[in-house]
């Protein structure tokens, strides 16, 4: 089978998806199968690994907000060194890498260094999650758009604007919040400037993986919720009244939207 990483060394920035192999592109099983070197993020489902070739070298560079990780810089030097040496690298990453996945950090690296990069895309979490509920992230009649945003501000950087989201999401926007279980007070607080406090959430874990759990509630119930539940990381936080105008044929309990209440599953 002809691959576009015939050639010279290179590295492939690969979205595995959410975990679940079945939602690997083509184009991502193409890429892994022909890769001499795979870089791996921790959130990347274990079955997805099964399409690399046996003498493939599968080095594991975990990367978890709040938790220990490799440094980005090692990854990076990394990724170079071994590109340099005339390896297919692949770089795989759970979700998508230009979706909180720092693959635009590492394509300009690689790039300064004349290093030919090419980018795959994965399906998200944010919308693993939305549709592991049955919930569309946008709806003619609930939602026009959607905003994409991480609860895990940079190392001494600005932590997120919650009252202006909220008053995007006030607008009929729906809020798909990443790496916030941590933060889920602090946001709740933010959120709940220019949001009622019966606006609809949901907190899902493990997006597409068979021990995803989920929960649903309101925006007022928040951390409650996420502590009654026992839902903490990788989990994805989506609020707006997408949740509650779909709630009768999505997976989720009407009235936990009403009365704050919650399913885990």
């Known amino acids: 089978m002809s691959t576009a990483l015939a050639g010279p060394g290179r590295v492939t920035l690969v979205g595995a998806g959410p975990g679940d192999p079945e939602l690997l592109t083509v184009k991502a099983v193409r890429a892994i ?11 990347v489902g274990e079955g997805v690994l099964r399409y690399a070739r ?6 594991h560079v975990g990367k978890r907000g709040g938790c220990a990780s490799t440094p980005q810089a090692f990854i990076e030097k990394l990724m170079a060194a071994e590109a340099l040496k005339g390896e297919q690298v692949v ?4 979700g998508d890498p230009f ?6 950090e590492e394509l300009q690296h690689l790039r300064a260094q004349g290093i030919e990069v090419a980018v795959v895309n994965g399906i998200t979490a944010g919308l693993a999650a939305a549709t592991s509920l049955d919930v569309p992230l946008t709806h003619r009649d609930h939602a026009h758009g959607v905003i994409l945003v991480t609860g895990h501000a940079k190392e001494a950087g600005r932590a997120p604007d919650w009252p202006t989201l909220a008053a995007a999401a006030a607008q009929g926007l729906t809020l798909v919040i990443y790496m916030g279980v941590s933060q889920a007070a602090s946001l709740q607080c933010g959120l709940l400037g220019a949001l009622p406090a019966g606006t609809p959430v949901a907190v899902v874990q493990h997006a597409s993986q068979p021990r995803q759990r989920h929960a649903s509630g309101t925006l007022g119930d928040l951390t ?21 105008g779909l709630a009768e044929t999505a997976r989720l309990a009407p009235a936990s939207l009403e009365r704050g209440g919650s399913r885990a599953a």
């Not at 199968?33 to 795979?38: H, I, N």
């Not at 046996?54 to 080095?59: H, K, L, Y």
Request: hydrophobic content about 50%; cysteine-free; charged content about 25%.
């Open 91 to 94: 770089r795989l990453k759970g």
């Open 54 to 59: 046996r003498s493939a070298r599968i080095v």
């Open 33 to 43: 199968r022909a890769a001499t070197v795979l870089l791996v993020d921790d959130l």
């Open 99 to 104: 979706v909180f996945g720092r693959g635009g």
């Open 224 to 244: 409650g919720l996420i502590e009654r539940e026992g839902l903490g990381s990788p989990a994805v936080i989506i609020v707006g009244d997408v949740l509650r």
